[in-house]
């Protein structure tokens, strides 16, 4: 195992003070429905909607 000496712990607090606390942010959930809902909100997924519904009506004429 590794020792930790003083000047590690106050590199290590150093830091704290420049970069802030290590902590991550609180996060409220969201069910999986809405995220699927916000899915739909993308660019991409419109794009491929309507080359879906495209290839849909033109595959039924020929």
Known sequence: MEKHNESDNQSN???GKEHGANQLRE????SSLIILL???????????????VLAFSTSRLG
């Open 38 to 52: 916000q899915q739909f909100k993308s660019m991409v997924i419109h794009i491929l909607a309507i080359a879906a």
């Open 13 to 15: 607090r150093d830091e």
């Open 27 to 30: 996060v409220e959930s969201r």
